[in-house]
């Protein structure tokens, strides 16, 4: 093992303190451990063990709509239908939460949540797409929002810490997620008790970027998850539908699920 600092002569070391070098290893250590803590919080990534793989899933029973864009249509337009601030309103987002986004693409979500959870909560906004991250990481170092964590998953496993999430929501990416079933089974030990997961889509085939709502059912319903509300939002052909998700140990098992069919 490489010594991390430069060794003196054998005579100066005999004749030193050891506490010396000791000290200077307490300042090193010290010294990371301020770089780290001063780091912005979207710079940071996540250390968090790999969720069962995806081999252990059925593959969706229905096609898989490409990834074509990280905005769904122009910005502009979604605040003009005033989806945002009806989720705010159905979902109960208030100062404090932790939510993540997933499938957070341009980030729409992300710079308007990370208002309304405030300076006591946190935004994690989660993707799989390189280049999404990347943009991801300018818009919110632009905007300067310290309460957003940048993340990138896997298509089977959204890669977040234990017991850190109050909500997660997938807005308009639900038909794009390529391993439904492992995602959700993975997406479960990251839920706190009372969680919930909210899923925003179009009422259209998952060929033409949307979810039918009672496919959407059935896939969840597959891993163990509950719906609880359904509402279609005014202004859009959109719905979102909120579930309860099932204890970890409450999950089906891998091998005991069946693939839902699209109708």
Same mark, same amino acid.
């Given at each position: 093992m490489r010594w991390p600092f430069p060794r003196a002569p054998t005579k100066t070391m005999a004749s030193q303190p050891r506490v010396r070098l000791g000290g200077l290893m307490q300042m090193t250590i010290a010294a990371v451990f301020a770089m780290t803590? #001063?780091?912005?919080?979207?710079? %940071?990534?996540?250390?968090?063990?790999?969720?069962?793989?995806?081999?252990?899933?059925?593959?969706?029973?229905?096609?898989? #709509?490409?990834? +074509?864009?990280?905005?769904?249509?122009?910005?502009?337009?979604?605040?003009? #239908?005033?989806?945002?601030?009806?989720?705010?309103?159905?979902?109960? /987002?208030?100062?404090?939460?932790?939510?993540?986004? +997933?499938?957070?693409?341009?980030? &729409? &979500?992300?710079?308007?949540?990370?208002?309304?959870?405030?300076?006591?909560?946190?935004?994690?906004?989660?993707?799989?797409?390189?280049e999404y991250i990347q943009g991801l990481r300018k818009r919110v170092r632009d905007r300067g929002l310290e309460n957003v964590v940048i993340n990138r998953g896997e298509p089977h496993d959204p890669g977040?810490?234990?017991?850190?999430?109050?909500?997660? /929501?997938?807005?308009?990416?639900?038909?794009?997620?390529? %391993?439904? &079933?492992?995602?959700?089974?993975?997406?479960?030990?990251?839920?706190?008790?009372?969680?919930?997961?909210?899923?925003?889509?179009?009422?259209?085939?998952? #060929?033409?970027?949307?979810?039918p709502p009672d496919l959407l059912r059935c896939e969840l319903a597959a891993v163990g998850y509950r719906q609880i509300t359904f509402d279609r939002l005014a202004g859009s052909e959109a719905y979102l539908a909120v579930f309860v998700p099932p204890s970890v140990a409450g999950r089906t098992p891998p091998q005991a699920m069946v693939a839902c069919k699209a109708r």
């Open positions: 803590f #001063a780091m912005p919080v979207w710079a %940071q990534d996540f250390l968090v063990g790999p969720g069962a793989p995806a081999a252990a899933f059925p593959k969706p029973d229905r096609p898989v #709509a490409d990834i +074509i864009s990280p905005i769904w249509h122009d910005e502009k337009e979604r605040d003009d #239908a005033n989806e945002p601030r009806q989720l705010v309103r159905l979902l109960g /987002i208030r100062s404090g939460m932790t939510v993540a986004d +997933i499938g957070a693409g341009s980030g &729409y &979500y992300v710079v308007r949540l990370s208002l309304v959870v405030g300076p006591r909560g946190r935004i994690i906004a989660e993707d799989v797409v390189p977040l810490p234990a017991d850190s999430l109050d909500l997660a /929501i997938l807005v308009h990416t639900y038909h794009e997620i390529a %391993q439904p &079933y492992a995602l959700l089974y993975n997406l479960v030990p990251a839920l706190k008790p009372g969680a919930r997961v909210g899923i925003v889509d179009a009422y259209r085939p998952t #060929a033409e970027h949307g979810t």
